[in-house]
């Protein structure tokens, strides 16, 4: 590679890898981190960045977005998916299976993989389907989509209803060493709710789609987990029983891990009611109650939640603007999650600056054993540089949908410019913050 190399100086450097927080300038060369020291001289011909007043962290890491290609294009490319990627400052997205077709197979999965190379902005690693065609019932050709380069397997945005199907599915992801991400709902228990059962779904006269029906797929699930020593993902964990599943398969050793979305740690089910029913606040799992919200919170702080994932889900307006009830599930997010996280609770001190930058990229880099994460010396050159004092107005998205809560409003906290393999992916813009070295 014979890009230039790039010196980012006078920033707070935040690694969880490494446990460092302190202002160190970092040079990027060749594609790695090729040096984090204090006070770096410009090698010649360097792209200087000036990071005072901004954290210069590893690169994030989305273990959960939907990127819609191949067969939604209307909705997000792999394209367009990576451009909102790196304008959230996310250098490493995995994507779902539950795309037309469905990544099921070696032959999809290898598409998959050379439109990735073709066209993605940052790292992209396919998920494989746990069932063919997400249908549940037989198991779909994981060691094969292995080979093509899967990083786990899930038939997300379905559940897997058959416990012997689950049982299956773990043991067999488990020779292949691969993690099975489960969207956990009881489909006979939410039985066409479409937001969470409770007061606010009483009042809207919508019907509710019970934590239980999480929850107790959860508690099947840690159990099957420790039936075949199989590594176990929750996907989006939203209620305080599916949090106590967790904790308690944890306690007795079990292999599992859990992600929260930036959605279901800041708004609630009052949130559908106070918006009049906007489809914009219609995700699956729904928006809980607060209380639930609350426990999350204090999960991802306590570390019984490992990570932040966005569920990034694109719908096109046409689909989102229907009755509540009729409009598909799903919000966007790569592009608000920093802010959000920032807004919500950096800015408040509810989560330290390390922990959220750990719960964004460290932590699940190391889930799926991808080696990003860190700006260890000789690490990918994967770096974000973010505010966490300036504000963001969300009025255009780089996503080719615009399906989130927070369309046209203003937060703290802002992605400044995103770096993959040490080549700028994002800039916010704002003149005058690169200059060339004249050494
Ligand atoms: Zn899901």
Redesign the pocket.
């Known amino acids: 590679m014979n890009d230039a190399p790039v010196l980012i100086t006078g920033g707070r450097v935040v690694d969880p890898s490494r446990g460092l927080d302190q202002g160190l300038d970092v040079l990027l060369r060749d594609g790695v981190v090729a040096r984090v020291d204090e006070r770096i001289a410009a090698p010649k011909g360097a792209t200087v960045v000036d990071a005072e007043g901004l954290v210069v962290a590893p690169g994030f890491v989305d273990l959960h977005v939907h990127l819609r290609e191949p067969g939604y294009e209307y909705k997000e490319t792999i394209a367009t998916g990576t451009a909102a990627a790196a304008a959230g400052g996310f250098t490493t997205v995995c994507s779902m299976a539950n795309t037309s077709p469905v990544v099921d197979d070696a032959a999809t999965a290898s598409f998959v993989v050379r439109r990735i190379r073709e066209t993605a902005l940052v790292r992209v690693f396919p998920i494989g389907a746990v069932s063919k065609g997400l249908e549940g019932k037989e198991l779909a050709e994981i060691g094969l989509m292995k080979a093509e380069g899967i990083v786990a397997v899930s038939d997300?945005?379905r559940p897997i209803a058959s416990g012997l199907l689950m049982r299956r599915a773990l043991e067999y992801a488990s020779m292949f060493d691969l993690p099975v991400v489960v969207?956990e709902e009881d489909p006979s228990l939410v039985a066409g709710g479409v937001m969470n059962e409770g007061w606010a779904s009483t009042r809207l006269g919508l019907p509710g789609w019970p934590a239980v029906a999480e929850s107790s797929m959860v508690a099947r699930d840690v159990e099957l987990a420790a039936l075949t020593g199989a590594r176990l993902h929750v996907?989006?964990v939203s209620t305080r029983g599916s949090l106590a599943a967790v904790r308690r398969a944890r306690a007795e050793g079990v292999r599992v891990s859990c992600e929260v979305t930036p959605h279901h740690l800041t708004l609630t089910d009052e949130d559908v009611a106070r918006s009049a029913y906007d489809t914009r606040f219609k995700m699956?799992p729904p928006l809980r109650d607060e209380a639930d919200r609350a426990a999350l919170v204090e999960a991802l702080a306590d570390g019984t939640i490992d990570c932040v994932a966005t569920?990034h889900a694109p719908h096109h307006d046409d689909e989102k603007a229907m009755e509540f009830a009729a409009a598909p599930f799903g919000v966007t997010g790569l592009e608000t999650a920093l802010a959000v996280l920032v807004d919500s609770f950096v800015a408040t001190r509810l989560l330290p600056l390390t922990r959220l930058v750990e719960v964004l990229s460290t932590a699940p880099a190391r889930l799926f054993g991808l080696p990003y994460g860190t700006l260890a010396e000789g690490a990918a050159g994967d770096v974000v540089l973010f505010s966490t004092d300036r504000w963001t107005t969300f009025s255009s998205f780089r996503s080719r949908s615009r399906n989130s809560p927070w369309a046209d409003r203003t937060l703290r906290g802002r992605v400044e410019r995103t770096f993959v393999r040490g080549r700028e992916v994002y800039a916010a813009g704002g003149p005058g913050v690169v200059t060339p070295a004249s050494a």
Request: aromatic fraction near 0%.
């Open positions: 997300d945005g969207h996907a989006h699956n569920d």
